[in-house]
Structure formats: structure tokens, C-alpha cells
């Protein structure tokens, strides 16, 4: 009876002793059942990816939804006591700037590093791309040739003077545009490029990359740069007036000759402080699943990043196209040069 009892008392204390260090580190206690996720995309495909990756693991995706850069800060302000698992944005420069600050954290990962190309991922593993965005020349059917359309520079020559339509110079898509053109063909020619883009903007730059859209259609210019996918979005709109201005835009890929159409990501990484960590690795490696990137192709008319996957219909409409081979990581580590460019060359 007396061993009885003494084993009773060590089991007790044991079980003591584990309820202790689960109230001291209750995140360790739900390790195993939640992923939370902060991020820039606010897409209804994200929605029923989230909900499929919860039904396949029974882990619950916590989302927190705002723009990168008010993510960025909220982790860098949240330091090691942020609950942040994942950060999704939508331009591998603002990952690049999260990874500079020390928010993100290397993983290792067979999956990822065999199906994401290593262009579109950080060198260092700290993130991944997980959908792949053009970023066109949309032009108006009635008034632009094809063949008057070449490159990103030719845009900046006489020829184009205020026909020009584009989002203002504080847009990433633009600023990473601007690096890759700086990776490219160095800092002068860019310096240049951007000099000549502003001589040949119909107004001052303004709106989102839809609102070019709809004033090329309304003759307020005649070319705008845009990401693919809106104009996708736009043609399947349940807005009729949308449908019918995108099938007034013409697609044109830029620097077919040379070295391809600029391509950007949305793309996550693993926060430093992950407290769910595996759970992390397990959710990106969901959404460069062939299940996921088919969900993201053919509900946001993004390009996927896996190659087993093609783009949906209406992208293969439009045609193959060559694409800008450049190491991502580049647009972020030239991102402050861009920004000053821009100010320099005048460009709002």
C-alpha cells in the first residue's frame, strides 16, 4: 500500500509539474492546432484555400488582414512576443524589406525548394513565392496598334508623349518595376526611363491599376502598365460595366526581344518568432500545392508558381510569353535606389 501511494504522489506531481509549463507557455499548448497568418492579400480564393488547409490538418488559420507595410511595423513592434506564424504580401520587395529587419526566419523544406524556382524565392529560404503577376502594357484597341508596342523603354521615348496612364511612384508594383529596370540596365538608364515615363504621363499619376484600365477607355491616354490579373479579375467581374471596359483593353507583354516581361509574387515567409512554426512550414507548403495553385490561377487569374500547374484559360487565351528571369531578391535590395530615382526624375 505504501509503494501505492508513492507512486500516486510522483504521477501527481508529474502531471503538476507538466500543467505548470503549459499555463507558463500556453502558445506551446495550442502548438499543434492553429497557424496565424498576417496578410496583404484580400482575395475570396485565399478565403477557401484557408478553410481547405483547416479541413485537411484541423489546424484553424488565424488571419490578421491589412497592408504589408502596417504588418511589417505591427511584427517589428510586436517583437519576440509577436503571435505572427506567417507574413503574406503581394511583392517580394516588401518581403525582401521584412527579411532586412529581421521579422523572417530560414526553413528548410524538400517541398518548397523543389517546386518553387529558385528565382522566385529568397536565396536564404526566408520566403517563398507562391503566385506569379505580369506587370503588362494595357492599351486602347481603337487607337494602338500591336505593333507600334515593343519595351518597357520604348514607353519612355517621344513617340508616347501624354499618352502615358500609371499608378503614382509610392506604389510597390512600380517601384519594383524601377528595380528590376536598375538591375537590368543600371542606374542611369533608369534614371533616364523614369524622366521620360514622367514627360509622357497624360495627367498626374493616381488610382489603382483598374482606375488606369478605365481611363484608358475613357481617352484620357492611350497605354497603361497594369498587372495581369486585373484585367482577368475585371473580365469576370459581376460588374458589367468592368466586363465591358477590360474587353476594350488590348494586352501587350513588354521586352518580348530581350529579356522578358517583368514578373513579381505574392510570396510568405516564416516569422522570427513563429510560435507555431512547423505549422507555418506546413501552411506555405499547402499553398504551393497542386490543389492551391490551381485555386489561385483559376479564381484570381494569377500565374502559378509550380510548373505542373497551367494558368487558366483566359491566361492561355492571351498567349505564352518570356519572362524576365531576375533573381526576386533584387527588387527588394534595390528598392530604396528606385524610390530616390523617382523623386529625383519628379515622378508623384
Not at 483559376?298 to 483566359?314: H, K, W
Amino acid at each position: 500500500m505504501k509503494k501505492f501511494l508513492v507512486t500516486i504522489t510522483l504521477l501527481t506531481a508529474l502531471v503538476s509539474c507538466k500543467e505548470s509549463a503549459k499555463n507558463e507557455n500556453p502558445q506551446e499548448s495550442e502548438e499543434s492546432k492553429v497557424v496565424n497568418v498576417y496578410t496583404h492579400r484580400h482575395y475570396e480564393a485565399d478565403q477557401q484555400l484557408f478553410k481547405m488547409f483547416e479541413d485537411q490538418t484541423g489546424i484553424k488559420v488565424n488571419v490578421i488582414n491589412s497592408n504589408a507595410d502596417e504588418l511589417i511595423q505591427k511584427m517589428s513592434m510586436e517583437g519576440k512576443q509577436s503571435p505572427a506564424d506567417v507574413l503574406i504580401t503581394v511583392d517580394a520587395g516588401r518581403l525582401t524589406r521584412a527579411k532586412d529587419q529581421g521579422l523572417l526566419q530560414p526553413i528548410e523544406s524538400k517541398i518548397l525548394n523543389d517546386l518553387v524556382p529558385s528565382n522566385l524565392r529568397d536565396p536564404e529560404n526566408q520566403w517563398f513565392g507562391l503566385t506569379k503577376r505580369a506587370r503588362i502594357i494595357a492599351y486602347a484597341k481603337d487607337r494602338v496598334k500591336p505593333g507600334q508596342l515593343s519595351t518597357y523603354e520604348d514607353l519612355a521615348t517621344d513617340k508616347w508623349k501624354n499618352k502615358l496612364l500609371i499608378r503614382s511612384s509610392s506604389n510597390i508594383y512600380n517601384q519594383s518595376l524601377l528595380a528590376s529596370i536598375i538591375v537590368n540596365n543600371g542606374e542611369a538608364e533608369a534614371k533616364k526611363w523614369a524622366e521620360g515615363m514622367v514627360r509622357n504621363m497624360a495627367r498626374a499619376p493616381k488610382g489603382s491599376d483598374r482606375d488606369q484600365v478605365k481611363a484608358v477607355v475613357a481617352g484620357e491616354g492611350d497605354l497603361a502598365i497594369v498587372n495581369s490579373y486585373y484585367i482577368g479579375q475585371m473580365l469576370n467581374s459581376s460588374d458589367p460595366e468592368e466586363v465591358e471596359t477590360a474587353g476594350k483593353i488590348g494586352l501587350f507583354f513588354p521586352n518580348q526581344n530581350d529579356r522578358g516581361t517583368h514578373m513579381n509574387v505574392s510570396g510568405a515567409g516564416v516569422a522570427k518568432y513563429a510560435p507555431n512554426k512547423d505549422n507555418a512550414i506546413k501552411f506555405i507548403e499547402f499553398l504551393v500545392s497542386e490543389e492551391a495553385q490551381e485555386i489561385f490561377a483559376n479564381s484570381n487569374y494569377e500565374y502559378p508558381v509550380i510548373s505542373t500547374i497551367e494558368p487558366a484559360g483566359l491566361l492561355l487565351d492571351w498567349g505564352n510569353f518570356k519572362e524576365d528571369p531576375l533573381l526576386l531578391s533584387k527588387l527588394g535590395e534595390n528598392n530604396k535606389k528606385a524610390v530616390l530615382i523617382f523623386d529625383e526624375a519628379g515622378w508623384k
